[in-house]
C-alpha cells in the first residue's frame, strides 16, 4: 500500500487548493495566513482539496473552517500557480490554486484553522494592508476592487 503524504513542504506532485472570492455589504473576506506560504499576509480564504472532494465542495469546508461562514460556492474564476523554492533550489512549495466566485449564506466571522485573522475587508482598508500578489490582482483585474494598491 502507498503512504498518503500529508505535508504540504516539499511535495511529490503539485497539490489543488481552492479558494473563494465572498463579497457582502461592498466589503471582501479575506484572512491573514497563519502558515507558508503566505504566512503573514492578507489572502483569499481557502485551503487544500481533499482525495474525493468537489472543489465546490472543498471551497464550502474551508471557508467554513477559517472563517465560521457558510458560503455557497459558484464558478472558478481565477487560476494560478503558486511555486515556492528553498535555497538549494529543490521546491518547498507547489499548489495549483483555483478560486471560486462564492455567496456568504449564514454565520459570524471569527478565525479559525490556520487564519490568524479574518475580515471583511473595504478596498480604501486594503491600501494599509499586507496582500498576497494574487489577491490584489484578482481583485483588481476581475472586479475593480482595491485598484491601485501596491502588493506585498
Not at 507558508?36 to 472543498?58: D, F, N, Q
Not at 471551497?59 to 459558484?74: K, P, Q, Y
Amino acid at each position: 500500500m502507498a503512504q498518503i503524504e500529508t505535508d504540504a513542504e516539499y511535495p511529490g506532485a503539485p497539490r489543488v487548493a481552492v479558494g473563494a472570492v465572498v463579497f457582502r455589504e461592498g466589503r471582501v473576506l479575506l484572512v491573514r495566513r497563519g502558515r507558508p506560504p503566505a504566512k503573514g499576509l492578507w489572502a483569499i480564504p481557502g485551503g487544500r482539496v481533499e482525495l474525493g472532494e468537489t472543489l465546490s465542495g472543498a471551497a464550502e469546508r474551508e471557508i467554513r473552517e477559517e472563517t465560521g461562514l457558510v458560503i455557497r460556492a459558484g464558478k472558478p474564476i481565477f487560476i494560478f500557480d503558486v511555486v515556492e523554492r528553498d535555497p538549494d533550489g529543490r521546491v518547498r512549495f507547489h499548489y495549483v490554486i483555483v478560486d471560486l466566485a462564492a455567496e456568504y449564506v449564514s454565520g459570524e466571522l471569527r478565525p479559525g484553522d490556520d487564519a490568524l485573522e479574518a475580515r471583511w475587508i473595504s478596498p480604501r482598508e486594503m491600501e494599509d494592508m499586507a496582500i498576497s500578489r494574487k489577491t490584489v490582482e484578482l481583485l483588481a483585474d476581475r472586479f475593480g476592487f482595491g485598484a491601485g494598491v501596491d502588493p506585498e
